[in-house]
């Protein structure tokens, strides 16, 4: 599910500077940080501010404001002063962790802490500065509807994934980064960026033994086939 996939790729991203992270400028960057992981997830809601970014969500089937409590992968918005303004929003973050004894979150966000690092932060979900939480549903949609009316069917589908090598960026390249570090293959500390460099072809070669496959750094249908069993 994506919300997974966004939580990790925010954790990944702990202690990167801003620079690393997408996100080189002077301006504030907390809703370009969260821009930027949501980009390297394939889920395509862009904005430079807080407040833009909520209408957007807001207005999208994709993204859901719940009325439970925050969970992992949820994106956490902040109101600092509760005033009454066109564009209220102060502050976001990726959630990691929600302790329902504690009633304690647990975010990464940039410009928080710290101005020139990503870092990982926590705040009880009663502070009043905490306005909402909006959860991506947007793989659940995409599921048949649960019916008990509904017909079973052995019917098969294909999903085409491009062959990956040393030299190669995009989503696709992320997932398996984020793959091979879930079953804990270090890709080196720029983690799940989407470039193939050395550290991600030394992953995938060790990978390749590990799992007694064709050892050659590519990761081709055999390799995909072995990590998305787990």
Not at 54 to 62: G, I, Q
Not at 113 to 140: F, H, L, P
Not at 146 to 175: C, P, W, Y
Not at 193 to 209: C, H, L, P, R
Request: glycine fraction near 8%.
């Amino acid at each position: 599910m994506k919300a997974e996939l966004i939580a990790q790729t925010a954790e990944n991203r702990i202690g990167w500077s801003r620079k690393q992270a997408g996100c080189e400028g002077t301006h504030a960057w907390c809703a370009h940080f969260v821009s930027e992981i949501l980009k390297a997830c394939g889920i395509d809601m862009y904005d430079l501010s807080c407040s833009m970014m909520k209408k957007k969500m807001s207005a999208s089937s994709e993204w859901d404001e719940p009325e439970d409590l925050p969970e992992r992968g949820d994106v956490l918005f902040f109101d600092w002063d509760r005033i009454d303004e066109p564009l209220p929003l102060d502050h976001v973050a990726v959630v990691i962790d929600y302790n329902f004894d504690t009633r304690i979150v647990t975010y990464v966000n940039g410009n928080g802490s710290s101005r020139t690092q990503v870092t990982e932060q926590t705040i009880s979900i009663d502070n009043c500065t905490v306005a909402y939480w909006m959860r991506y549903i947007g793989d659940k949609n995409s599921e048949p509807p649960n019916s008990s009316e509904q017909e079973t069917s052995d019917k098969t589908f294909t999903i085409e994934l491009r062959t990956l090598r040393k030299g190669m960026e995009g989503h696709d390249v992320a997932v398996l980064q984020w793959l091979l570090i879930g079953d804990n293959y270090s890709v080196g500390s720029a983690g799940d960026d989407g470039i193939f460099g050395s550290n991600t072809e030394k992953a995938v070669t060790e990978y390749q033994k590990d799992h007694s496959l064709e050892v050659d750094g590519i990761a081709g249908k055999q390799t995909f086939t072995e990590l998305l069993k787990r």
